[in-house]
């Protein structure tokens, strides 16, 4: 796998970003995919993720309620809907896949592919 983030920005605290987590080489159906964020002077935190089994989802409670993950068949792609962001939000956004897993783990050690990490700032 060949993982690429999208989305990332500059945003008002209050507003949205949608994050898209693709693979260059095709879908990513058959992966526990899990979203993750590394903000300056703090530990890399999981924030969401989705099971390639029956999509069942997970959420830190950082940003339960708030942010929703999903997969995008159409376009092959998982997603992140990030509403009601504050600037504690802000970090580098990374999406991870594993292919072995029935549900999904927020944390970072069993996860084999990474991106390249996009920037999510929201300005207060």
């Known amino acids: 796998l060949q993982l690429v983030e999208s989305g990332g920005g500059l945003v008002q605290a209050g507003g949205s970003l949608r994050l898209s987590c693709g693979d260059s080489?095709?879908?990513?159906?058959?992966?526990?995919i899990g979203w993750f964020r590394k903000a300056p002077g703090k530990e890399r935190e999981g924030v969401a993720c989705?099971?390639?089994?029956?999509?069942?989802?997970w959420y830190a409670d950082s940003v339960k309620g708030r942010f929703t993950v999903a997969r995008d068949y159409g376009k092959k792609q998982v997603f992140l809907q990030m509403d009601s962001l504050n600037p504690e939000d802000t970090a580098i956004y990374y999406c991870?896949?594993?292919?072995?897993?029935?549900?999904?783990?927020?944390?970072?050690?069993?996860?084999?592919?990474w991106g390249q990490g996009t920037q999510v700032t929201v300005s207060s």
């Open positions: 991870a896949a594993e292919g072995l897993f029935v549900g999904c783990v927020l944390f970072a050690d069993p996860y084999d592919y």
């Open positions: 989705i099971s390639s089994s029956d999509n069942s989802t």
């Open positions: 080489g095709g879908a990513l159906d058959n992966y526990a």
